[in-house]
């Protein structure tokens, strides 16, 4: 290309004819000045369409011919040096490259903030998911969780595998923990609410029984809204006692409360039931039918089997019975056989009465009520003055199996309920025909042992459920018998199968997981395999039971054997505790415990105690290392605080200052450099050490332009000697012998960046060309221009012209010298 353009400006200077008109000329400079542009706009477009180095962006965008490609090409580059060297060139010059790369470095830096912050997002909210699921704060717990979580959501994306992982181990475990909260809240608040439906049970149960006794003789309460009271608390109490502990104080209540409102109800049934017999006794006048027996006995009949509870208000239905059984008492005249004694009745009686005390002494209710009919039985037989003998005591002895019938009736009576309530539960549930069969055995074993029920309705009750409970185990019990002889034939294939693996079997190369795989299936299968005949089973299960322990000795001998390599690996572990370099024995903790995930297998129990001890020798480990960083953390406060000290007072220099001064701080700042400083105080450190050798070296290049300045100045005044020349010059100028002061403002004015005046910019593009040709132009960069710079102004000084440069040249040169010292 450079050889191109070569041929391609001699061939049009020897082609230019010379007799043409001088009015011409400029015409012909403009075209060749455009074709000069041309081609190098193509030539760094070319550049830019192809893969251009970061360099060669660097150049273009600072010595591209249009502003177009300059910000084409400061827009592809991406090496931050480049850019910082492109930032320098461009600024006070072209505004677009500045801006452009400016605005490309400080995406980069927010980048690399943004990577940073998110780095340490994810750490953050790993240690904090860590220390709630260890914490026992456990307010607002479910809050912080889902904040956790939605937070991890955001950044889990950027976060390492291993992050993830630990991430979610330490997420698993606060939702353990927040599922135990929960489950306790909730056990709390159902046995409140159980608490308070036992206590709202119990003053309704009293509310009612006070409402009855204060109730108006008049008529009778109402059977439905009491028989639906009773059963809807019943329903309710169950409800309410079911899973929870209750105090003998509340079932006492409660039962004591149902016990009479049931008594209650079942007198008022049984008064509906007979209100026809008993309207017939109000009809009967007293003073006429006491002497009938027949009305009289109707009427004892009638009372006794409504048993109307005492202490509540004697309804006006059976006030005609009660008061018939008064006169009839009162009008009763003594029987002939008052007057005759009867000896072996009163001893047969006397007999009676001893059995029956020592019947109700052992609260035998059943016999203690046959032997109280027998003695009454006697007792009626006796005359009357026998019976005085014996009326008092026979009333005692009365009242007693009474109160023994009341005791164990409220005893068991709110038992046989339950009984009755649970077996129609369990009917209705849909069960293991086993477990269902052996609950229906277990409640009817209850019952027996609570001596049966004197309510023919109560136990009715419970056989029919029992029956319907029992039903549908009948068809399974049924096809048991087959099934026994099938688990039988799967009991035997298993020891089969279990035989051949172990005749087989190569230990010194098993698959030990397997092996204990195979041990837990079979182990599992047998048991499966149920029910079955036991007699059959027995030498199998012998056989089964063999071949296991043939097993279960290979697989514990192989169990030890990684137990003791576990053991070892423990004692090395705990051999790191102590052990230095610090960072040595942190990496070879982490070994080891790559090298304990892969031995195999061992019992469980061992495990633990050897997983235990090697992760307490490593957690110790581990510990130093927090140590060592929590004592580099504030060693780093302290340097942090000394560097913020120093920085403040290198801030305050400038190129006011002697260069001593600049040296000394910049000395001071690079030696905490050294330090244990914060990376962010490192970066201000550096910072302020980059900006003090700027300074230093501004300072440096404004002394040096301005005595080249001086020299130029001295070179056009003719006062130029040859001692005020550095030795050096000399030989820089030998290269520029051929080229005029006019030249070397030119080429000054391209190394500056200096525009040219009007009639020096065809020049000017000449010479630049020429260069770009001989492939001196890219040389001319950052890193040499001073030196380029340097030989101009020793050209100036020392080429041979025949004139002396003129002053308006010396000012161009002066100010392209200048150029270089603006910020």
Known sequence: MAA?????????????PATKPSVEQPTKDSGHQQDTRDILREQQRHILNGAPTQQQLATIAVEGVTAELRLKAAGQMTDAACLHQVQKQAKGKDKGVYQAVRQTLQRQKEEKAKQEALVATVTNLIRSATEQARSDDTKLYEARLDALLGQWKEVEQHATAEQTQEFLQASHRCQQRLDEIKQAKDDETRQHDQKEQRSETLQLLQSTLEDLRGHSPEGLPSLSSLDALQKTQE????????????????????NSAMLTL???????????????????????????????????????????????????????????????LKKSASTKTPALSDVQPNDAAIAELKQTIAKLESALESKQLKESRQLLKSAQAVFKDLNHRERKTFQARMQLLNGQVNELSDWLGFATEPKQITLCEQMEYLADQPMDPEAKAERIKELQKEWRELGGSSDRS????????????????KDYFSAKSGLKQNNLETRKKICEELETFLSQADWSAMDWKGAEKIHQTARQEWKSAWPVEFRDNRPIQKRFDDLLKRLETSLDEERRKNETLKQAIVEKAQALVEHD?????????????????????TRHREDRKLWQTFRSAC??????????????????????????????????????????????????????????????????????????????AHRALSSTIQNW?????????????????????????????????????????????????????QRRMEIQVRRLADGMGSSEQSGSTMQELEKLVAGWCLVDTDHSPVHPLAQRMNQAIGALALP
């Open 4 to 16: 191109f353009i070569k041929k391609l400006f001699k061939s049009k200077k020897t082609t230019e």
């Open 235 to 254: 329903n309710r109490w169950l409800e309410a006692t079911r899973d929870t502990a209750v105090s003998d104080a509340e079932k006492k209540a409660y």
């Open 262 to 324: 049931r008594n209650y109800i079942s007198a008022i049934r049984r008064i509906t039931q007979h209100r026809e017999a008993l309207a017939a006794l109000a009809t009967a006048k007293p003073e006429e039918h006491a002497g009938d027996s027949d009305i009289r006995k109707q009427a004892q009949t009638l009372v006794d089997e409504i048993n109307w509870p005492s202490g509540y208000p004697l309804p006006d239905i059976l006030q005609p019975a009660h008061t018939l």
């Open 458 to 473: 109560l136990w009715t009750r419970f056989k029919e459920a029992s029956d319907r409970a029992f039903e549908p185990c």
């Open 581 to 601: 370099p610090l960072q040595d024995a942190i990496n070879q903790a982490k070994n080891l415990q790559k090298d304990w995930k892969a031995i195999g297998i």
């Open 619 to 696: 957690d110790q480990i581990f510990a130093r290392r927090d140590a060592q960083r929590s004592a580099h953390k504030e060693a780093m406060q302290v340097a942090d605080e000394s560097a913020k000290q120093a920085l403040s007072a290198a801030s305050q220099l400038n190129e006011s200052n002697e260069d001593s001064a600049l040296s000394d701080a910049q000395k001071s700042l690079s030696s905490l450099l050294g330090s244990e400083v914060s990376p962010g105080t490192s970066d201000q450190l550096k910072a302020e050490i980059q900006r003090l050798k700027k300074t230093r």
């Open 709 to 761: 300045q001086t020299l130029v100045d001295a070179r056009t005044d003719g006062t130029l000697s040859q001692e005020e020349v550095p030795s050096h010059w000399p030989e820089l100028a030998h290269h520029l012998a051929g080229a005029d002061h006019g030249e070397l403002v030119i080429r000054a004015e391209i190394l500056s960046g200096v525009e040219s005046p009007a009639e020096d910019q």
